[in-house]
Every structure is written in structure tokens, then in C-alpha cells.
């Protein structure tokens, strides 16, 4: 049985990797993010295109996902810890994109 959920807002993050970055990319997102309550998967292809890497997260509206990042973007010992754990990976990936959907 499905139930219905509040979600009003799915956000897709998507990676595009170096060869063979993928997989070190995704661990990277999941010990960084462990916390965020938005974030629902991390997940890597396994057909389409490949290295690539999408984070899902939903939010019940868009103004959640603004405050979202409004959290992030404060200097707290949280974020400061995610930025540690974040280091290097930009030089893991070559492109990347943003999906939002609404939920009906």
C-alpha cells in the first residue's frame, strides 16, 4: 500500500563525474550530509548516462527549500563540519544540475 506524504517538493542534484569518481563522490555526500533530515537518497546510475551522481531531498514547500539554504549558508559548527568533510569535491565531478518537481 502507498501512503501519501506532505512532500510537496522533490529536488534532484545531479552530478556528472570524472571517471571512476562516482562512487567516491556518493560516500562523500552520504558522510557529509548524514544529518540533513531533507536529504531522502544518494544515488549513482546504473543505466543512461554514466558517472553520474543525484541527491534527492524533499521539502513540504519552496519557501522550506530557501530556508534550506539559508541554514547552509550560516557559519555554524554544523556547516563547518559538512565544509570538512565536503573538501575536495569539486575536482570529483565535471558538470552538474538541478531538478525541482512539484509532487500532485
Known sequence: MITKTKVMI?????????????????KKFKDAMAGNKELVHIMTDMTGGYNRVVMVSQFESLTAYDQSW?????????????????????????????EIFRVW
Do not use: W
Open 10 to 26: 522533490i529536488v534532484h542534484d545531479i552530478f556528472v563525474c570524472k571517471p571512476g569518481n562516482a562512487s567516491k563522490l556518493a
Open 70 to 98: 539559508e541554514k547552509m549558508m550560516k557559519d555554524t559548527e554544523a556547516m563547518k563540519k559538512m565544509n570538512e568533510a565536503m573538501a575536495g569535491y569539486q575536482d570529483m565531478y565535471l558538470t552538474g544540475s538541478r
